[in-house]
């Protein structure tokens, strides 16, 4: 399976006695974000199922994901996501992994650091650790293929959203 961790875009500032939860996207977090897209579909990036954190900025982020995606798959919420990753998110990843779709669109998660850098330390390297050390700025998206199980999948692509901004000019 191709699996795209995106951490989401460039969310209002917290309030000092704010919802975290409920931090919206600014404008100019959905204005970059929107040519993060244009650069990942010059790049013939396709998705499949979409997994999300059910907080604000992360689903606002997937949201901005639906030109890259196929209108049949799935697009769905887990708390998983806002939290370490354990077995079950990576139950769900392979769920998502058998799916037909599977085999020809990536599918996509959606969240937060440091639960993804941990993501990304647990499928590459077999422990959530592993992952600390990966700076992923809001909009990026890093590219992973394999099992997915604690340590089957490979880092293929790490890419910053200057990068795939560049992409959509």
């Known amino acids: 399976m191709q699996l795209l961790v995106i951490r989401h875009a460039i969310a209002a500032d917290p309030a000092p006695e704010g919802d975290d939860a409920s931090r919206p996207l600014t404008r100019k977090g959905i204005r970059r974000f929107r040519l993060c897209v244009r650069g990942m579909s010059r790049l013939d990036m396709r998705l499949g199922a979409v997994l999300h954190s059910p907080w604000t900025r992360a689903a606002a982020t997937a949201e901005l994901l639906r030109p890259l995606r196929d209108r049949d798959a799935p697009h769905l919420a887990t708390s998983l996501l806002c939290q370490s990753p354990g077995p079950e998110l990576l139950a769900q990843l392979a769920e998502l992994g058998a799916l037909p779709e599977a085999a020809r669109l990536a599918a996509a998660v959606v969240g937060h650091e440091p639960f993804l850098g941990e993501l990304i330390g647990l499928l590459t390297a077999g422990t959530a650790s592993a992952g600390e050390g990966l700076e992923l700025k809001k909009g990026s998206v ?19 959203p200057r990068a795939l901004r560049e992409l959509a000019r």
Request: net charge positive.
């Open 142 to 160: 890093t590219v992973l293929r394999g099992s997915a199980v604690a340590g089957g999948m490979t880092l293929c692509a790490l890419l910053p």
